[in-house]
């Protein structure tokens, strides 16, 4: 056996059709395609999934208002976990109380800003968050506490 009498197995590579290429071909003239319409044209069947048809898309008929976000210069907007001072009384009575503390104590995410509302009452606790509602600091000095803000939100 010599290298020039190695050929691939019978059947293995399939001539492709020559469509196109007159009558006695057998696929001359419209080339399988039939006769007009969009799946005869050469730029084949458009149909990804907002393809309505040749209209208008759905995408294009709707209203484009307001500030995009994902181009250039992204607006990126802050995702604050809130928590109240209710809560804050309920699981802590006295001492200093930060993030990592509300964290473990499963009243926020760990990893996100705080900022702490002013609904329910306030203990005398010193609280480190990233923002207070005006309410709430001043429910936290009336009950003796503190509202000290963390820098990097």
Do not use: W
């Amino acid at each position: 056996m010599k290298l020039t009498d190695i050929r691939p197995n019978q059947g293995a590579n399939k001539r492709h059709k020559r469509v196109g290429r007159g009558p006695g071909s057998g696929k001359g003239k419209t080339a399988g395609r039939g006769h007009k319409g969009q799946k005869s044209r050469s730029g084949g069947l458009k149909n990804p999934a907002r393809f309505e048809g040749g209209r208008s898309t759905l995408l294009m008929r709707l209203p484009k208002r307001g500030m995009k976000g994902d181009s250039h210069g992204e607006l990126k907007r802050v995702e604050y976990q809130v928590v109240n001072l209710g809560a804050i009384a309920k699981h802590f009575t006295s001492g200093e109380v930060g993030p990592e503390a509300l964290a473990k104590a499963g009243l926020v995410r760990p990893g996100y800003p705080v900022k702490v509302l002013a609904q329910g009452d306030a203990r005398g606790v010193r609280v480190h968050a990233h923002k207070f509602s005006q309410a709430a600091v001043e429910k936290l000095k009336a009950a003796g506490g503190e509202a000290v803000v963390l820098e990097g939100a």
